[in-house]
């Protein structure tokens, strides 16, 4: 059952001064399946962070519907929009986006205090996946007191404690170091087995091939696709190096 529906997508941006019209995304439509593990790559200002901005209901298509399990992203209502995003999205950042003014706890936490839950349920709802994470015996520190990787995993905490339908991830092991890439990298996989769909936008092939499908964006479409099926990691890696090899030189459009 596909969860994310782009149907046609198209997003033009008119500059703000002469009227000139930029062309972001010219015709996007891909479906994200329940439980998929789906990375974007693509090259800059190929598309892929507008086409984020657009999944994420940060932004509106020119042209085009996203459906998020049915709903139309584009009918919900300006003042509805931040509690949809808080109830189905979740997002993980490269710059973590967590309040050095309140403990990763108090990180996690807001999103439910935001959607009014009281202190019992966020508790019951935290401790399992403080476990999962390994961050239950930092919960107390605020996010200038640990590691780079330590930090990402709080955000990926605060990104699940919500249940979302969808997790959004925006170069998510773009300022980690090697080892917490990898950690990382890991329990993404981890939590995908477990049934959370995520989708991911990246630079990083290391980071890509470890997702179950890569679309390659190109001048505002989807040029290419690539379905890990039984390939590892190190095989899915250099398809993936393949493909972007082509991208880069000029290569004509994959079906």
Known sequence: MAILEVNNVKKVYTTRFGGNQVQALSDVSFSVEKGEYVAIMGESGSGKTTLLNILAAL???TAGQVLLNGKNLSAIREKELSGFRRENL????QDFNLLDTFSLQD?????????GKNYNEMRTRLMPIAEKLAINEILSKYPYEVSGGQKQRAAVARALITNPQLILADEPTGALDSKAA???LAMFQSINDEGQTILMVTHSIK???CAKRVLFIKDGQVFHQ???GSSSDEEMYQKISDTLTVITTGG???E
């Open 90 to 93: 979740g997002f993980v950042f």
């Open 59 to 61: 932004d509106k298509a």
């Open 252 to 254: 004509g459009k994959h």
């Open 182 to 184: 990898e950690g990382l």
């Open 107 to 115: 990180n996690i936490f807001l999103p439910l205090v935001l959607a």
């Open 207 to 209: 980071a890509a091939s």
């Open 226 to 228: 690539i379905y890990k």
